[in-house]
């Protein structure tokens, strides 16, 4: 019975991503795992070259930022907990 209330939450994390309780992380894993660091820098890079290029625009650029500032804390978590 107790089993059964830690495998759900154990298959949602694998779901996202978090190979837990594996003995060995699967090839597909890892992939979907670069794939995903990979789009997830390139949609900071090209946010930040939207904020630059689109400058003229007060509310736009404040739109840029805030996305920004919660990219860049994510990404501050994963480049720390890596």
């Known amino acids: 019975m107790i ?3 830690f495998r759900i939450p154990l ?3 694998r779901f996202g991503g978090i190979p837990i309780k594996l003995q ?3 090839v597909i894993n890892s992939i979907y795992n670069e794939l995903v660091m990979v789009c ?4 900071i890079a ?7 290029l689109k400058n003229e625009d007060m509310q736009e ?4 930022v805030r996305v920004i500032f919660g990219l860049g804390f994510v990404a501050w978590i994963h480049l720390y907990l890596r």
């Open 24 to 26: 060995a992380v699967s």
């Open 11 to 13: 298959l949602f994390l």
């Open 40 to 43: 997830f820098y390139i949609t």
């Open 3 to 5: 089993d059964a209330y």
């Open 61 to 64: 650029s404040m739109k840029s």
């Open 46 to 52: 090209f946010t930040l070259i939207e904020l630059v």
